[in-house]
């Protein structure tokens, strides 16, 4: 574990904020929150990411999808205030991710906790790391005790010699998934650059300027994917811009500065607020797919001014492609899909284009206008979608449609597996695959067909050990 910036150690026995946190009263947490200050912050939350049916997350602490995208980007410093068994775990993203870096952290106790010296702390924590040789912004997150108690990050100086200061709250009683938590903070990133390109002019990106309008992608998506992206928008005379979260400071100033954005991942609520705010058009759906593919081109030409014929060259030749694509590598099968990335939509949809029998879609996120056509699409194909899909849904599904292969969180593919059926993450064995244009349907067929052909050889297994057992 990272070693703590100066500060009083960690909590004692006796503290009282014992049961704040993603597993506790979330009402009782929240109307507690409200209280020490926190009402503004918890409200804002609650319009950006609804709630489903659980009142705390049934994945990843949410906190852990913010410090990845401070994390993954670069001259950018953390720091992290919360219980120190929570810190403990999050810093496992670190070295989970490979990101070679500290994460700071700002221990308290009762009395820091409760006087207000936990603000001092952090305050002082943040002036003891800005160094503008070594960053471009320092990030400090509040996790659930802190945010309970209070804890007004919004007082943080904005910059320090020069050294941006973003302060975010990231309770796990606030924000469901840790995916919505990645908004959390490239929001705020985007709302500080958006002020500070209203300020004045900014130091843009060496290679920034193409001379074509840009396209910011909104949302992690496989490295590949922008480079095919951009070759789809060379017809219409675009290029695609940064994707969001970002990898470094000045990409948000280039994502600001762009003809439209494609809101491949449809819940960063906060960070579509910004683009509105700097007088950007937003599209969702993603080039997934003949289908989505041709609606997605036609979306972002009307968005750019993109003449007709023009539109219909790219949509022309890029039909072409995908359909030679998906006749080469064709899935058989029924499937149930499930996770909690927010591309689970858009994942059915190839997955329905490649000739697969998709009967269920469950995402954790919410649903927004960014979705509704990747939802309509699906559901008059009759597939059943969920958002906000609690486990319990995504089991209901696997039973009910008694698939060749389900798709889906670890529980659901150890569900699954135990029963004699294949089963694939969707995280790490899906979503990190290419999924846009021609390359889309060879990526993900190679692998679901590989598991599926596997059902024969799991059942066989699972009859010797229940032979053995027996």
Not at 358 to 373: E, I, M, N, Q
């Given at each position: 574990?990272d070693?703590?910036?100066d500060a009083?150690?960690?909590t004692?026995?006796?503290?009282p904020?014992?049961?704040?946190?993603?597993?506790?009263?979330?009402?009782?947490v929240?109307?507690d929150?409200?209280?020490?200050?926190?009402?503004?912050?918890?409200?804002?939350?609650?319009?950006?990411?609804?709630?489903?049916?659980h009142d705390?997350?049934q994945?990843?602490c949410?906190?852990f999808g913010?410090?990845r995208?401070g994390?993954?980007?670069?001259r950018?410093a953390?720091?992290l205030?919360?219980?120190?068994?929570?810190v403990?775990?999050?810093?496992?993203?670190?070295?989970f991710?490979g990101a070679r870096r500290s994460v700071g952290?700002?221990p308290?106790?009762?009395?820091?906790?409760v006087?207000g010296k936990?603000f001092?702390?952090?305050?002082d924590?943040?002036?003891q790391?800005?160094?503008p040789?070594?960053?471009?912004?320092?990030?400090v997150t509040?996790?659930?005790?802190p945010t309970a108690?209070?804890?007004?990050l919004?007082?943080l100086?904005?910059?320090?010699?020069g050294v941006?200061?973003?302060g975010i709250?990231?309770?796990g009683?606030?924000?469901p998934?840790?995916a919505e938590?990645k908004?959390?903070?490239?929001?705020?990133?985007?709302a500080y650059a958006?002020?500070e390109?209203e300020?004045?002019?900014v130091m843009?990106?060496?290679?920034h300027d193409?001379?074509k309008p840009t396209?910011?992608?909104?949302?992690?998506?496989?490295?590949?994917?922008?480079i095919i992206?951009?070759?789809m928008l060379?017809p219409?005379?675009?290029?695609?811009g940064p994707s969001?979260?970002?990898r470094?400071?000045?990409e948000l100033y280039a994502?600001?500065?762009c003809a439209a954005v494609?809101?491949i991942?449809?819940?960063?609520?906060?960070?579509?607020r910004?683009?509105e705010?700097?007088?950007r058009?937003?599209?969702?759906s993603?080039?997934?797919?003949?289908?989505?593919t041709?609606?997605w081109l036609?979306?972002?030409g009307?968005?750019?001014?993109?003449?007709g014929?023009?539109?219909?060259?790219?949509q022309?030749?890029m039909?072409?492609?995908?359909?030679?694509?998906?006749?080469q590598?064709?899935?058989e099968?029924?499937?149930?899909?499930?996770?909690?990335?927010?591309?689970e939509?858009i994942?059915?949809?190839l997955?329905v284009?490649?000739g697969a029998?998709?009967r269920?879609?469950g995402?954790?996120c919410?649903?927004?206008?960014f979705?509704?056509?990747d939802a309509a699409?699906?559901?008059?194909?009759?597939?059943?979608?969920?958002?906000?899909a609690a486990l319990?849904?995504d089991?209901a599904?696997?039973?009910?449609?008694?698939p060749?292969?389900a798709?889906?969180?670890t529980?659901?593919?150890?569900h699954?597996k135990?029963?004699?059926?294949?089963?694939?993450?969707?995280?790490n064995?899906?979503?990190?695959?290419?999924?846009m244009?021609?390359?889309?349907p060879?990526?993900?067929?190679?692998?679901?067909?590989?598991a599926?052909?596997?059902?024969?050889?799991?059942?066989t297994?699972r009859a010797?050990?229940?032979?053995?057992?027996a």
């Amino acid at each position: 574990m990272d070693a703590p910036l100066d500060a009083p150690q960690s909590t004692s026995a006796a503290d009282p904020a014992e049961g704040i946190g993603c597993h506790g009263d979330a009402a009782q947490v929240r109307a507690d929150a409200a209280e020490q200050g926190a009402g503004e912050i918890l409200d804002q939350f609650a319009k950006d990411y609804p709630t489903g049916p659980h009142d705390q997350p049934q994945s990843m602490c949410p906190a852990f999808g913010s410090l990845r995208v401070g994390l993954r980007m670069k001259r950018t410093a953390t720091i992290l205030s919360g219980s120190a068994c929570c810190v403990y775990g999050l810093t496992f993203t670190s070295h989970f991710y490979g990101a070679r870096r500290s994460v700071g952290y700002v221990p308290f106790n009762s009395e820091t906790l409760v006087t207000g010296k936990l603000f001092e702390d952090i305050r002082d924590a943040v002036h003891q790391m800005a160094d503008p040789d070594k960053y471009d912004a320092i990030v400090v997150t509040n996790l659930c005790v802190p945010t309970a108690s209070g804890v007004p990050l919004r007082l943080l100086p904005k910059q320090i010699n020069g050294v941006r200061i973003v302060g975010i709250d990231v309770p796990g009683f606030g924000v469901p998934t840790h995916a919505e938590a990645k908004d959390v903070l490239a929001g705020a990133m985007l709302a500080y650059a958006r002020k500070e390109i209203e300020a004045g002019p900014v130091m843009p990106l060496p290679d920034h300027d193409s001379g074509k309008p840009t396209v910011t992608l909104l949302g992690e998506v496989f490295p590949a994917d922008p480079i095919i992206i951009g070759q789809m928008l060379t017809p219409l005379g675009l290029a695609a811009g940064p994707s969001v979260p970002t990898r470094e400071w000045r990409e948000l100033y280039a994502a600001l500065d762009c003809a439209a954005v494609a809101a491949i991942h449809p819940f960063y609520t906060a960070s579509v607020r910004e683009f509105e705010a700097a007088g950007r058009d937003v599209v969702g759906s993603a080039p997934v797919g003949v289908e989505g593919t041709h609606s997605w081109l036609a979306a972002i030409g009307a968005a750019c001014g993109v003449p007709g014929e023009k539109i219909a060259v790219a949509q022309n030749a890029m039909g072409g492609a995908i359909r030679g694509a998906l006749a080469q590598v064709p899935i058989e099968g029924r499937i149930t899909l499930s996770g909690y990335e927010g591309s689970e939509l858009i994942v059915a949809r190839l997955l329905v284009e490649s000739g697969a029998d998709v009967r269920y879609v469950g995402t954790a996120c919410p649903k927004t206008r960014f979705s509704a056509d990747d939802a309509a699409w699906l559901e008059a194909k009759g597939v059943a979608v969920k958002f906000r899909a609690a486990l319990e849904d995504d089991l209901a599904a696997y039973e009910a449609f008694e698939p060749d292969l389900a798709i889906g969180t670890t529980p659901v593919v150890q569900h699954a597996k135990e029963r004699g059926t294949p089963a694939l993450y969707f995280t790490n064995l899906i979503s990190a695959r290419p999924l846009m244009g021609p390359a889309g349907p060879g990526g993900i067929a190679e692998v679901v067909n590989g598991a599926i052909r596997g059902k024969d050889r799991m059942q066989t297994m699972r009859a010797f050990f229940e032979e053995e057992a027996a």
